[in-house]
């Protein structure tokens, strides 16, 4: 049989996600910073779409007059006004028996003069200053702004050194600053570029080195809290043995460092303890950057029927318009080409897809919370103990949704409860199953457990892990003692041991 090339049609179907499709379901993962500066390039590029207020209007109505599209026509009148006369040669201001400015009193000699009453109006009015509303100023621009570190240490160099080379030495070196206060350079590169002697470097660094906050200027952990435990006149030979084996110290290997630094158990946690009231960032204290405040998606409210009221907030829903009349103006008065038409016509199926994919976006949301709600009620009457195990594929089967869509809608969005403001995603956990047959319990509950069996503990009756393993069981949890353990270490908790000697020692210097 001869081998030839040939040409061969198929017909097939196939799921293929268009563009549009794309991008709402980018939307739905979005967080509420993310959606509304997504919405502001797409204003910006549509002139069909337009931000509304909280009243449904779009945000510049209340500046515009309302009047129509189209300009009336000019009169001889509204000439005459312009130039301030009538249509007889009288001047408005004759008219009114007054002048522009006592229509209008912008001078604050008006108001002195004016009587006490209607200064106490004035000043009731809105702005706290006789203003317009539109006045009103921004509390925001006369808060005062943040130090940054580098200002901070800018103001100890200015007071500290005199020499010019010397400062100029101090400034290249607050300039290798890292946000946490850390230094990293290299002395012979720096010096060799300043053309200054090392010495003259490290010696500068030295001076920087005793700076506040304690531990700036570290060229390492352990330096930093060498610095610390220094300005606390705390920097022993058994403390710099122990900083120089923090590695140790990470593995909890307290025998070994018992032996190194030379001291008993009671020392030692002694030492530990004073290691932990420090500061291993202190350059953190001066940042500059701040923090953006969790504005939460849903609201969960407790209703009058005993149910829950569950509500999109909304300070995280944004407010689009889609300008029809403008569109309808445009359109068949300015846009005569079919390249205008074309454009216009892409514009206005842009901006009704836009807030189709809002509006879709936001009973998603609102599907997904009310089904998390129903399935954790439990958890918002009596606290994180009773959190139900679940995961995404029960809320998607509850609600009729795929569960990659569930994982979208939830990431990066927040609930406001009654106990507090939380992730959905913190609604989904592992499953335990129960010694006793019952419901399965939630892991997150079982470390709440946990955390409370280890903080009501005495210092002579510490639980270990087997023996919380019995408490659990005996509560229905049915968990073997490696998990327990790694709860543990995941909650920062140390070891039975370890806690026995920390709280003998607290007992002790309590009774003493």
Same mark, same amino acid.
């Given at each position: 049989m001869a081998l030839s090339a040939s040409l061969q049609l198929r017909?097939?179907?196939s799921l293929v996600m268009t563009p549009q499709l794309i991008q709402s379901i980018r939307l739905l993962q979005l967080t509420h910073l993310e959606l509304n500066r997504f919405i502001e390039q797409e204003v910006e590029r549509n002139p069909l779409l337009e931000l509304a207020n909280e009243d449904g209007e779009p945000a510049g109505s209340a500046d515009r007059p309302d009047v129509p599209f189209e300009a009336a026509p000019a009169s001889d009148e509204t000439d005459w006004a312009a130039a301030g006369v009538t249509q007889d040669g009288e001047s408005l201001s004759d008219r009114l028996d007054t002048t522009y400015e006592n229509v209008f009193p912008d001078d604050s000699s008006t108001v002195r003069a004016a009587s006490p009453e209607l200064l106490d109006s004035w000043k009731s009015m809105p702005g706290g200053n006789g203003a317009a509303s539109s006045d009103v100023h921004d509390l925001d621009e006369f808060v005062a702004g943040r130090r940054t570190l580098r200002d901070h240490v800018a103001e100890q160099i200015a007071l500290t050194f005199r020499d010019p080379a010397d400062r100029l030495i101090a400034a290249e070196l607050s300039d290798h600053l890292d946000e946490v206060g850390y230094i990293a350079f290299e002395p012979e590169t720096l010096a060799a570029r300043l053309g200054v002697c090392e010495s003259d470097l490290m010696r500068v660094l030295g001076i920087l080195q005793q700076f506040e906050p304690p531990g700036l200027f570290a060229r390492s952990l352990a330096e930093c809290l060498a610095l610390q435990l220094a300005a606390r006149d705390r920097l022993d030979p058994a403390m710099t043995a122990l900083l120089e084996h923090l590695d140790l110290l990470a593995r909890r290997d307290f025998a070994a460092l018992r032996r190194i630094c030379g001291v008993d158990d009671e020392d030692l946690i002694?030492?530990?303890?004073? @290691?932990?009231?420090?500061? =291993?960032? =202190?350059?953190?204290? *001066?940042d500059g950057s701040h923090s953006e405040t969790i504005t =939460?998606?849903?609201i969960v409210r407790p209703s009058a029927d005993g149910k829950w009221h569950v509500e999109l907030s909304s300070d995280a829903l944004p407010r689009v318009l889609v300008n029809r009349s403008y569109y309808a103006e445009v359109s068949t008065r300015a846009a005569r080409s079919e390249d205008d038409q074309a454009f216009l016509a892409d514009c206005l199926q842009s901006a009704n897809w836009l807030t189709r994919s809002l509006d879709q976006r936001a009973k998603t949301i609102m599907k997904v919370a009310s089904e998390i709600v129903r399935q954790q009620d439990a958890f918002l009457m009596n606290g994180v103990t009773h959190l139900r195990p679940l995961n995404l594929r029960a809320v998607a089967d509850a609600i009729g949704m795929h569960e990659s869509t569930v994982s979208r809608v939830t990431s990066n969005k927040y609930m406001m409860t009654p106990r507090g @403001? *939380?992730?959905?995603?913190? *609604? *989904?956990?592992? #499953? @335990?199953?129960? #010694?006793?047959?019952?419901?399965?319990?939630s892991a997150e509950a079982v470390r709440q457990s946990i955390r409370e069996m280890i903080a009501r503990e005495e210092a002579d009756a510490v639980l270990s892990d087997d023996d919380i393993v019995k408490a659990l069981k005996a509560q229905g949890v049915e968990l073997a003692r490696r998990t327990v353990a790694k709860y543990r270490e995941s909650m920062a908790i140390a070891s039975s041991v370890q806690r026995r000697r920390e709280k003998r020692v607290l007992a002790a210097r309590a009774a003493g």
């Amino acid at each position: 049989m001869a081998l030839s090339a040939s040409l061969q049609l198929r017909q097939a179907q196939s799921l293929v996600m268009t563009p549009q499709l794309i991008q709402s379901i980018r939307l739905l993962q979005l967080t509420h910073l993310e959606l509304n500066r997504f919405i502001e390039q797409e204003v910006e590029r549509n002139p069909l779409l337009e931000l509304a207020n909280e009243d449904g209007e779009p945000a510049g109505s209340a500046d515009r007059p309302d009047v129509p599209f189209e300009a009336a026509p000019a009169s001889d009148e509204t000439d005459w006004a312009a130039a301030g006369v009538t249509q007889d040669g009288e001047s408005l201001s004759d008219r009114l028996d007054t002048t522009y400015e006592n229509v209008f009193p912008d001078d604050s000699s008006t108001v002195r003069a004016a009587s006490p009453e209607l200064l106490d109006s004035w000043k009731s009015m809105p702005g706290g200053n006789g203003a317009a509303s539109s006045d009103v100023h921004d509390l925001d621009e006369f808060v005062a702004g943040r130090r940054t570190l580098r200002d901070h240490v800018a103001e100890q160099i200015a007071l500290t050194f005199r020499d010019p080379a010397d400062r100029l030495i101090a400034a290249e070196l607050s300039d290798h600053l890292d946000e946490v206060g850390y230094i990293a350079f290299e002395p012979e590169t720096l010096a060799a570029r300043l053309g200054v002697c090392e010495s003259d470097l490290m010696r500068v660094l030295g001076i920087l080195q005793q700076f506040e906050p304690p531990g700036l200027f570290a060229r390492s952990l352990a330096e930093c809290l060498a610095l610390q435990l220094a300005a606390r006149d705390r920097l022993d030979p058994a403390m710099t043995a122990l900083l120089e084996h923090l590695d140790l110290l990470a593995r909890r290997d307290f025998a070994a460092l018992r032996r190194i630094c030379g001291v008993d158990d009671e020392d030692l946690i002694e030492m530990l303890a004073e @290691i932990r009231a420090l500061d =291993p960032k =202190p350059g953190l204290g *001066f940042d500059g950057s701040h923090s953006e405040t969790i504005t =939460p998606d849903v609201i969960v409210r407790p209703s009058a029927d005993g149910k829950w009221h569950v509500e999109l907030s909304s300070d995280a829903l944004p407010r689009v318009l889609v300008n029809r009349s403008y569109y309808a103006e445009v359109s068949t008065r300015a846009a005569r080409s079919e390249d205008d038409q074309a454009f216009l016509a892409d514009c206005l199926q842009s901006a009704n897809w836009l807030t189709r994919s809002l509006d879709q976006r936001a009973k998603t949301i609102m599907k997904v919370a009310s089904e998390i709600v129903r399935q954790q009620d439990a958890f918002l009457m009596n606290g994180v103990t009773h959190l139900r195990p679940l995961n995404l594929r029960a809320v998607a089967d509850a609600i009729g949704m795929h569960e990659s869509t569930v994982s979208r809608v939830t990431s990066n969005k927040y609930m406001m409860t009654p106990r507090g @403001i *939380f992730e959905l995603k913190y *609604f *989904f956990t592992v #499953s @335990i199953a129960s #010694s006793a047959g019952g419901d399965a319990h939630s892991a997150e509950a079982v470390r709440q457990s946990i955390r409370e069996m280890i903080a009501r503990e005495e210092a002579d009756a510490v639980l270990s892990d087997d023996d919380i393993v019995k408490a659990l069981k005996a509560q229905g949890v049915e968990l073997a003692r490696r998990t327990v353990a790694k709860y543990r270490e995941s909650m920062a908790i140390a070891s039975s041991v370890q806690r026995r000697r920390e709280k003998r020692v607290l007992a002790a210097r309590a009774a003493g």
